[in-house]
């Protein structure tokens, strides 16, 4: 089992930033990879950011150059930095874990872009 549970979600200005952060626990060990994913209103899922084998990123085309996905291992913390950020980032935000047998997601947080 692996509990993933994320923050830094808020309420932030058009261009502003935020840092998102999701922090693992429990079978951390089996964790092969973790990501971010965001589901708009209305819309699907979506990925944002993922790591792949080892160290190797994958980004959403509207999100390059504006985000960037970063990891402190010793923490199992992921991190999403947010930057220009516009109003269709607006989003749910959700973190998750690739393990070999499945994957795990958190419970969400939520960014709102608004002036």
């Known amino acids: 089992q692996v509990q993933l549970v994320e923050s830094g979600g808020g309420l932030v200005q058009p261009g502003g930033s935020l840092r998102l952060s999701c922090a693992a626990s429990?079978?951390?060990?089996?964790?092969?990879?973790m990501g971010w994913y965001r589901q708009a209103p209305g819309k699907q899922r979506e990925l944002v950011a993922t790591?792949?084998?080892?160290?190797?990123?994958n980004y959403a085309d509207s999100m390059k150059g504006r985000f960037t996905i970063s990891k402190d291992n010793r923490k199992n913390t992921v991190y999403l930095q947010m930057s220009s950020l516009k109003p269709e980032d607006t989003a749910v935000y959700y973190c998750r874990a690739y393990l070999p047998y499945g994957t795990y997601w958190g419970q969400g947080t939520q960014v709102t872009v608004s002036s």
């Open positions: 790591f792949t084998s080892g160290d190797s990123t």
């Open positions: 429990g079978s951390t060990f089996s964790i092969a990879a």
